[in-house]
């Protein structure tokens, strides 16, 4: 998942058509959607929000394409601390989904993703190095 910040680094750092140094904003937010194959490729989609200043005529770059995130309603959240790594986003994804069984929200969230996609959202500087804040997340639109 690393080699995904570094593309979003250098697009901030000014790898882009305008040359534009941005501001990072919070929360950088990664969809996941972990494979059930073989060789175990999970696919990553990272984003983040752009400041209000570039929003009508984003930067582009060969590695960074302005998207609109999905309307999603409803999020099944689990906040948690530390530095976010392949090892511990699958494990706060699982006790998320552990904490729903037998919720109103279980079905749900089963029944959009179909039990595999979900999201995390780092919201600190990677130079910070205590009290982080991260969050895990399943997204679905009917309760």
């Given at each position: 998942?690393?080699?995904?910040?570094?593309?979003?680094?250098?697009?901030?750092?000014?790898?882009?058509?305008?040359?534009?140094?941005?501001?990072?904003?919070?929360?950088?937010?990664?969809?996941?959607?972990?494979?059930?194959?073989?060789?175990?490729?999970?696919?990553?989609?990272?984003?983040?929000?752009?400041?209000?200043?570039y929003?009508?005529?984003?930067?582009?770059?060969?590695?960074?394409?302005?998207?609109?995130?999905?309307?999603?309603?409803?999020?099944?959240?689990?906040?948690?601390?530390?530095?976010?790594?392949?090892?511990?986003?699958?494990?706060?994804?699982?006790?998320?989904?552990?904490?729903?069984?037998?919720t109103?929200?279980?079905?749900?969230?089963?029944?959009?993703?179909?039990?595999?996609?979900?999201?995390?959202?780092?919201?600190?500087?990677p130079?910070?190095?205590?009290?982080?804040?991260?969050?895990?997340?399943?997204?679905?639109?009917?309760?």
């Amino acid at each position: 998942m690393a080699c995904f910040f570094v593309s979003l680094f250098s697009y901030i750092q000014g790898n882009n058509n305008q040359r534009a140094k941005i501001n990072m904003t919070a929360p950088v937010l990664v969809d996941i959607l972990p494979s059930t194959g073989p060789f175990c490729n999970s696919s990553f989609t990272v984003y983040f929000y752009l400041p209000t200043n570039y929003q009508n005529n984003p930067p582009l770059s060969a590695q960074a394409h302005p998207v609109k995130l999905p309307k999603h309603k409803y999020a099944a959240v689990k906040r948690f601390g530390g530095f976010m790594d392949d090892s511990n986003i699958p494990t706060q994804a699982l006790a998320l989904r552990r904490s729903l069984k037998g919720t109103p929200w279980e079905a749900p969230v089963s029944a959009e993703n179909k039990g595999l996609a979900y999201s995390v959202a780092g919201y600190n500087s990677p130079y910070e190095y205590e009290n982080r804040v991260n969050e895990v997340m399943f997204w679905f639109d009917r309760a």
